[in-house]
């Protein structure tokens, strides 16, 4: 699969207008819930933490579980229905709540551990690619 494929969307997550991390989705891993997703960019939002591996931020975005996982590795980028999350794995982790897989962070992860509660997140296409 070559990297224009359509089955990846590039994006970007902004945190606080400083850093960027270059996240990719795929809509492979959930079809509708990457649909929305794309059809809501850009989205954005305040920080929250679930633990000491997930930093999230809330969406209006209303999709179900597909092909709910609750383990996730380090870069690992997944919806959580419940309260509409999109949630960014700094850290390998098994989570209590399923969630869908949507994509992966495919560079700078390490500049999520610079995300405090309440720095703002946005998160829009890459217009590089």
Do not use: W
């Amino acid at each position: 699969m070559n990297e224009n494929s359509v089955s990846r969307e590039n994006l970007v997550l902004q945190i606080d207008s400083q850093k960027i991390i270059k996240c990719e989705l795929k809509r492979h891993l959930s079809p509708k819930t990457v649909g929305k997703i794309m059809r809501s960019l850009p989205i954005q939002g305040n920080a929250h933490f679930l633990g000491k591996s997930i930093v999230y931020f809330e969406t209006s975005i209303d999709s179900g579980i597909e092909r709910s996982k609750k383990e996730f590795k380090k870069g690992d980028i997944a919806f959580l229905p419940i309260g509409k999350l999109i949630c960014f794995f700094h850290s390998d982790v098994k989570v209590g709540k399923e969630m869908t897989s949507i994509g992966r962070m495919i560079d700078n992860v390490d500049d999520l551990s610079t995300v405090t509660s309440g720095s703002e997140l946005k998160f829009y296409c890459d217009a590089g690619t």
